[in-house]
């Protein structure tokens, strides 16, 4: 089986994963001190012209960092979704991975528009997080296959690693939606591993689909 076209899409979701990252830091960097410039300009006792003629070039910037963000966020979806359609090209199997990812964006941008109704936005909130577990794991089993045909048995078990740590978080994150009912220092605690492992998770996976799509090429 040819997987030039497989290694091309991991790439590219390697880059979406770059993007996603950066995207996600500037634009919570850009709203939190927006919105800290903002507090601090309501509270002071300076003139007022003054004050905000000072906060609107003061988040000027801050804006352009905001947007920038947004847009790789943005970028980064496209990315995913054209390296899984490049993949498919090599593996049909892809493509269900790709109705998947795109039934995950539609429930994730779909809650905007349904705030009236809190429980049914919170479950499409949940249906596209557990949808992009499902298309991250089906990446990588697709992927470790082609890994493994290819005589990268090494690398395929890390990738399928990665699988069982998603796993693990899965699991964990139940436990603390649970008990985080009640609040306790468990549930602080294990809210402080998932985010460990979540971190671990992000870079893990990242360095397999580098090595993943430089192996296929």
Not at 155 to 167: C, F, V, Y
Not at 179 to 206: N, R
Request: glycine share 6%; aromatic share 6%.
């Amino acid at each position: 089986m040819e997987t030039k076209n497989m290694a091309k899409g991991l790439h590219q979701i390697f880059v979406s994963r770059i993007m996603t990252l950066i995207g996600t830091i500037l634009g919570t960097l850009g709203g939190s001190i927006i919105l800290a410039i903002a507090m601090a300009t309501v509270n002071q006792d300076a003139d007022y012209n003054a004050a905000m003629a000072g906060f609107a070039g003061m988040t000027a910037a801050m804006s352009v960092i905001f947007f920038v963000g947004l847009a790789l966020l943005v970028l980064g979806t496209i990315f995913t979704l054209v390296g899984i359609g490049n993949a498919s090209k090599d593996d049909a199997r892809f493509k269900t991975v790709l109705i998947l990812a795109l039934i995950s964006l539609a429930c994730s941008i779909i809650p905007s528009f349904v705030q009236a109704i809190p429980m049914l936005a919170q479950l499409l909130r949940i249906v596209s997080t557990a949808l992009d577990l499902v298309v991250i794991m089906l990446t990588i089993a697709y992927a470790a296959e082609a890994l493994t045909r290819k005589g990268r048995a090494d690398l395929a078990e890390k990738g399928l690693n990665i699988q069982k740590l998603i796993l693990v978080i899965i699991l964990i994150t139940l436990i603390v939606d649970v008990i985080i009912i009640f609040p306790t220092p468990v549930a602080q605690i294990l809210a402080i591993v998932v985010l460990i492992l979540q971190i671990v998770y992000w870079f893990s996976f990242m360095i397999f689909l580098s090595k993943a799509s430089k192996a296929l090429a």
